[in-house]
């Protein structure tokens, strides 16, 4: 009986210390929360700082970006910028940026659009319309060109931020060393190129002829949009609506690419170049021309980067006989998130990005063409950038791609056929265009 008794005390005795150390540790708990919520809470309210998320690509100068960076969060200190870097290349970026959207992600607040994302944006209803922050009077201190970029269906999606237009570059001192100019026509690129190279080679220098943007994405439609349009062809016919390409003369303009650039004046590796590769071969001294947009001057001219520094000339890109020349229309512009719950906040940031010190301080660093009229007269631009002055017609005029929401898709097809085009010596180019032209029909006829 004593022996029963024991045991039924200390089965109790040991009941009430489970139940004590349960209680105890729900009790210790519930302090840690106490203690760790409050001081959550009240470094939030004493900060009293707005997360703002801005996604952005890969920049070629990137101490320039991180110089803007520190100005805003020095004038800013209520905003906690953070910032997402994609990919260099438009056409990867377009897809880590779009994924997000479509998932209305909370990590995108502000972003950066290509020139021809616009629509697109709009149309998915992705990218906020900005008119009652952009007003009209404001718009006006742009080039019109970049602002129509940024409008759909009478509303504006996106603010310029600078602008590209395709330039060709060239090796001042052997173009002077063997008596030529600056080529007006492609057929004289080639020539010129040839003879320098050859020339060269005789003395044991190692050097190419051209250098530019072939690999299959977004860079390759603006270059062979330049050689296209500078032939007389189009993309899309201006007067029909429908595709061009498969038209004769844009035939002949993707052929003289093939048969006289890729491989020939060019490297075969040429393929697989985008921006940063193409400019690398121009500023080691391993390219006669290069073609690439207006930031390449700085990066030429740089001594720290480059090996041709002060070497350098520009002009426009040449076109064939009985045509004109013609530069793609580049650019980017800040853009709002439909679904960023802090849009006063992006606001602030993208009035920031595209004010006039900010795009002067990009002009300066990184040798971008600002879309602001008023700094094609800055004393300080031109005189760190003389060429602004002599290729403002170029960014006034650059041509732009197709303005329809399914442009990514239209692109997708020239980026195909282009490449394989281009990159096949034995591709039957009519056969091929007239898929591609057959296919971006389709694709167009969905639009209207």
Not at 57 to 77: C, T
Not at 293 to 319: C, D, M, Q
Not at 326 to 353: C, D, M, P
């Amino acid at each position: 009986m004593n022996n029963l008794l024991r045991s039924v005390g200390g089965y109790l005795m040991n009941r009430q210390a489970v139940r004590h150390r349960v209680i105890q540790g729900i009790f210790m708990g519930i302090f840690v929360l106490l203690l760790l919520v409050p001081a959550g809470c009240t470094k939030k309210a004493e900060e009293g700082k707005t997360t703002l998320h801005f996604v952005t690509w890969k920049p070629n100068i990137p101490e320039a970006w991180e110089e803007i960076y520190s100005i805003f969060r020095a004038e800013h200190p209520d905003i906690e910028l953070v910032r997402e870097t994609g990919p260099h290349s438009s056409t990867a970026f377009h897809d880590l940026l779009t994924q997000k959207l479509k998932n209305r992600s909370e990590d995108v607040d502000v972003f950066l659009m290509d020139v021809i994302w616009p629509p697109e944006f709009a149309a998915a209803g992705w990218a906020a319309p900005l008119d009652e922050m952009f007003a009209p009077s404001e718009r006006k201190e742009f080039l019109e060109g970049a602002i129509l970029a940024n409008s759909y269906n009478g509303k504006i999606y996106g603010v310029p931020l600078f602008i590209d237009s395709g330039i060709l570059y060239y090796r001042r001192d052997l173009l002077e060393k063997y008596g030529f100019k600056p080529p007006r026509t492609w057929q004289e690129m080639v020539e010129q190129a040839e003879k320098i190279t050859a020339g060269e080679a005789g003395k044991g220098v190692e050097i190419y002829g051209f250098s530019g943007q072939f690999k299959q994405y977004e860079g390759l439609v603006c270059d062979m949009m330049e050689y296209i349009l500078s032939n007389g062809g189009n993309i899309i016919n201006p007067k029909t609506g429908k595709s061009g390409i498969a038209e004769k003369p844009a035939v002949e303009a993707v052929r003289f690419v093939r048969d006289n650039i890729i491989g020939k004046i060019a490297p075969a590796g040429v393929l697989t170049y985008q921006e940063p590769e193409s400019l690398d071969l121009f500023i080691q001294g391993k390219a006669v021309f290069h073609r690439n947009w207006p930031y390449a001057w700085e990066v030429s001219n740089n001594p720290k980067r480059s090996t041709i520094a002060g070497k350098v000339g520009i002009a426009r890109l040449p076109h064939f006989p009985g045509g004109r020349s013609y530069s793609t229309l580049g650019g980017w512009q800040a853009g709002i998130s439909s679904y960023s719950k802090n849009k006063e906040a992006a606001w602030t940031f993208v009035k920031f990005l595209t004010s006039e010190r900010i795009q002067k301080l990009l002009a300066l660093k990184a040798g971008r063409a600002p879309t602001r009229k008023k700094l094609y007269g800055d004393a300080e631009i031109l005189k760190a950038y003389p060429h602004f002055s002599g290729m403002k017609d170029v960014f006034l005029t650059a041509y732009p791609r197709p303005r329809t929401p399914l442009y990514p898709a239209v692109s997708n097809v020239l980026q195909r056929y282009f490449s394989k085009a281009i990159s096949d010596p034995s591709s039957d180019i009519e056969k091929e265009a007239l898929s591609a032209s057959q296919e971006i029909d389709r694709l167009l006829s969905l639009a209207k």
